[in-house]
């Protein structure tokens, strides 16, 4: 599934001293998909980022290196304007990598998402400081895009969102609004009540719950794998979501909170919300 909500970095953000903490904020927050992206940094930086993102329970998107993403097991790219074809990224990724491009104007962004691409970042939408001097595109572009798959970019402020839903985006991307916000995840939070999704609070629990706990949605727990976040179903056993993910137990080793789980309790062992699970295969001999 494409997060609505994408929390995208740039060279002066990656340079906070309190960046971890920040993103450990937003990406608590909910389904949020945070964005290592930087013009100077060298690709080994860029690697470290974005596995330290992931070790946040967001999902990882990769600017424009696609070799990072596949280094890392991203869960996206987002291809600039001028960067690789998307077909060509594709073949490289394999299908269930979800890729994005950047679009400046709504024809644009039409002919990304009609040549192969899952979402498009279309902006600026109102005017940034990264962007000085040069008006936004303003939100009429977001419904002159149809049926490009919109996230809107450039400006966004959590009262902002609103106006992007109404012209037909499917979600909002920011830097400043959330990186930069007092509290990153109360800001994040704020955007996702406006996409339509419910937050969840520093303590884990669904900011719509009632005190019985029950939030009227279907309950779903968060899974890091192999630094890669997954929403599962509850008390799902590791043996079920190895068959989920199309796995041979028998060529796998588990490994559960650092702890490796043998091949007899893998049925009996039940994921619980913020489990950490890598998974190593190998190649049996003799």
Do not use: K
Request: hydrophobic share 45%; aromatic share 4%; glycine share 10%.
């Amino acid at each position: 599934m494409l997060p609505r909500l994408h929390a995208v970095t740039n060279d002066s953000v990656l340079e906070l001293p309190d960046l971890y903490a920040r993103a450990d904020g937003i990406a608590a927050s909910g389904l949020v998909a945070i964005h290592a992206r930087a013009r100077t940094a060298p690709a080994r930086h860029l690697v470290d980022v974005a596995r330290r993102f992931a070790a946040s329970g967001a999902q990882v998107f990769v600017n424009d290196r696609v070799d990072v993403v596949r280094h890392v097991g991203a869960r996206g790219v987002h291809l600039p304007a001028r960067s690789m074809p998307t077909a060509a990224a594709r073949q490289v990724l394999g299908p269930d990598v979800l890729i994005g491009r950047s679009a400046h104007d709504p024809v644009e962004a039409q002919g990304a998402c009609a040549a192969g691409a899952d979402y498009v970042f279309l902006g600026p939408i109102w005017e940034t400081a990264s962007h000085p001097g040069h008006p936004g595109l303003g939100v009429e572009a977001i419904r002159a895009a149809h049926p490009a798959t919109v996230i809107a970019i450039g400006g966004v402020t959590p009262d902002r969102v609103d106006a992007c839903l109404d012209r037909g985006a499917y979600g909002v991307a920011a830097i400043a609004a959330l990186w930069y916000a007092a509290d990153p995840h109360a800001a994040a939070a704020n955007m996702l009540i406006s996409l339509g999704q419910t937050p969840v609070t520093p303590g884990g629990v669904s900011s719509t719950e009632s005190p019985s706990g029950h939030s009227g949605m279907a309950p779903t727990i968060t899974v890091t794998v192999n630094g890669q976040a997954r929403t599962l179903q509850p008390q799902i056993s590791l043996l079920e979501m190895l068959e989920e993910l199309e796995l041979d137990p028998r060529t796998v080793v588990v490994e559960l909170n650092l702890e490796i789980v043998r091949r007899p309790a893998l049925g009996e062992t039940a994921l619980q919300d913020g489990d950490r699970v890598e998974l190593v295969h190998f190649v049996g001999g003799g």
